[in-house]
């Protein structure tokens, strides 16, 4: 089971960028992003239910980041925009069967991608 994340990159603040992580080996019932700011705990992102699509997002993103996911490619997107420089973290894809917004529940992780927000 493999959970390969891409898209991160160096961004100003309000512009867009747009993560995907790509899951092989499996299919997961719940997949979802984390983030991780230098010196700061994991946190919750987003989250999408395979079955069914439905969302799932952190306060602090809703409105500006979306979910998606491409059953064929068993791939997960995060579109994300109007960034702000507080958005600045490693971010994860995560997987598990039930959705948490709890990082310490998940068992599959991607290697994280850097996201850089620039005021």
């Known amino acids: 089971v493999q959970l390969q994340a891409s898209g991160g990159g160096l961004v100003q603040a309000g512009d867009s960028l747009g993560l995907s992580c790509a899951a092989s080996g499996r299919t997961f019932r719940t997949m979802g992003w984390f983030r991780q700011a230098p010196g700061k705990e994991r946190e919750f992102v987003a989250a999408i239910i395979w079955s069914g699509g439905n969302t799932y997002y952190s306060d602090s993103v809703k409105g500006r980041f979306t979910i998606s996911r491409d059953v064929a490619k068993n791939t997960v997107y995060l579109q994300m925009n109007s960034l702000r420089p507080e958005d600045t973290a490693v971010y994860y894809c995560?997987?598990?069967?039930?959705?948490?917004?709890?990082?310490?529940?998940?068992?599959?992780w991607g290697q994280g991608t850097l996201v850089t927000v620039s005021s």
């Open positions: 995560a997987a598990q069967r039930y959705y948490y917004s709890d990082y310490r529940r998940y068992d599959y």
